[in-house]
């Protein structure tokens, strides 16, 4: 009996072993099946939709990106990488892991793992490279060149009116004005501008001088929001915003030459002398109103940096590139940067007409030399007027960065900025300046000739990217 009944308790053993394992295997095979029908994937999921208007609305833009000019095409937004939720497996043992204490040390080398993971950058999907698009759509342009008659927004009638010139209720007209080419965004270069070199009022000797400002409508208005708002408060508060219904590019600038042109023809006609420059300058105003001296306004006048027997600009990456079938010639006309210039104002009132005769050109500088050449007035060049900056001397490295009395002798130099300006014509309106107590040899003042007429070739060059001679 006794034997019987181990035999049978081993028999039960057995038993309960082989049924245990039938179990576990049923178990692995069910979850087998479900892994592959996925059956166990989370049925929610996070879609991130990219037209919503909500984050829209918190970044401030209205359609666009901030700083990125819109093309006329809709530029495609970034898509976000999709949200992979943890399995329930893993939640599962993220919450036994968050049960149990932690060490110090295990802490530390968690807060380690999750810095390290912040500074991973995920890897972009290889695809095929974006065609290089040209830089100026050259044929929609002389498709579009017929409209060159655009409303003038903003005006100043009454820049041009100084009123007490000799009997009650005359006017005079300014001896000299400033016209200054500007983008509705430059607020900062504007207002230096008006506190140093561009400041309206009387000169020493007298003489006044107005200044006006000329711009476009911004090609993006999301990167200045409320920009029309902002110009109507400047215009009211200084009087001094010119405003056109052009869009505001490098390729409309022409569009501003021959805009403030007319307007000058009709408001101000009897201006004696005009210098029109750009924003990033410093203009030594006494030594233009210096050279000024015993020239007759009713006289042609055009004083520049000229640029002579220059060539198109034929590579595609440049900012001055202008195909064959825009300008076909070999040289282009003799010209001046368009960083600064004077005229006289019977030159601009000549200008006025010739450039209502002249076909739109992408490069308002070479423009000008256009309308010139039209109405056969040759422009003097003046080795005082630096619009390419000023390059780096190589026989005289004693000469340093922002010497006053260097800059003293100049009348206009390109490419600087806001502080550069601002630090320029504090120094050389510093009352305790002395540009004659030297121990250098070149103790004495640099001074340029009044006028030299070169002829020299000028090369193909991007004078964009020449290196400048102003760094503090």
Not at 75 to 93: H, M
């Amino acid at each position: 009996m006794a034997t019987m009944r181990r035999i049978l308790h081993v028999k039960g053993d057995v038993l309960c072993t082989m049924l245990l394992l039938m179990l576990f295997c049923l178990l692995l095979y069910a979850r087998q099946v479900v892994i592959s029908s996925g059956w166990d994937r989370p049925v929610w999921k996070l879609e991130v939709h990219s037209n919503s208007s909500s984050s829209r609305t918190l970044l401030g833009t209205s359609g666009a990106t901030v700083g990125q000019e819109s093309t006329g095409q809709v530029p495609s937004e970034p898509r976000l990488p999709p949200c992979r939720p943890q399995s329930k497996s893993k939640a599962a043992q993220s919450k036994s892991k968050l049960s149990q204490p932690k060490s110090k040390s295990e802490l530390r080398s968690k807060g380690k793992s999750k810095v390290r993971q912040k500074k991973v950058v995920p890897t972009k999907m290889a695809g095929k490279p974006l065609p290089t698009l040209p830089p100026f759509d050259f044929e929609g342009y002389l498709r579009k060149k017929d409209n060159r008659d655009f409303k003038l927004l903003m005006d100043q009638p009454e820049k041009c009116h100084i009123r007490g010139g000799g009997s009650e209720g005359s006017t005079t007209a300014p001896y000299m004005l400033i016209a200054v080419k500007s983008i509705a965004a430059d607020f900062d270069k504007r207002q230096v501008v008006r506190r140093t070199w561009g400041k309206e009022g009387l000169s020493e000797n007298g003489l006044s001088i107005r200044t006006v400002f000329l711009l476009g409508v911004p090609r993006n208005g999301t990167v200045l929001p409320l920009w029309d708002r902002l110009l109507a408060y400047e215009s009211e508060t200084f009087r001094d915003i010119l405003l056109w219904d052009f869009e505001d590019t490098f390729f409309n600038l022409t569009l501003k030459e021959t805009h403030f042109l007319q307007w000058f023809n009709s408001t101000c006609p009897h201006v004696k002398f005009i210098f029109k420059g750009d924003a990033d300058v410093y203009v030594n105003i006494d030594n233009i109103l210096e050279m000024l001296q015993g020239r007759k306004p009713d006289e042609d006048l055009f004083v520049g940096d000229i640029i002579i027997n220059a060539k198109p600009i034929r590579r595609r990456s440049s900012k001055y590139y202008v195909p064959e079938f825009v300008y076909g010639g070999g040289l282009y006309p003799n010209y001046a940067g368009g960083g600064g210039f004077v005229m006289s104002g019977l030159t601009a009132r000549k200008l006025s007409s010739s450039c209502q005769q002249v076909e739109l050109f992408p490069i308002d500088d070479v423009f000008l030399g256009m309308c010139l050449q039209l109405i056969g007035i040759k422009p003097s060049r003046h080795q005082g007027f630096r619009t390419f900056g000023i390059p780096r001397p190589s026989a005289a490295p004693h000469l340093q960065t922002f010497d006053p009395c260097f800059y003293r002798e100049l009348m206009v130099v390109h490419s600087l900025n806001v502080p550069q300006i601002w630090l320029m014509w504090n120094l050389l309106h510093d009352p305790s300046l002395s540009c004659h107590n030297r121990t250098s040899p070149t103790s004495w003042p640099f001074k340029w000739k009044a006028r030299v007429e070169e002829t020299e070739e000028v090369e193909e060059t991007d004078y964009g990217q020449k290196k400048v001679f102003v760094t503090h």
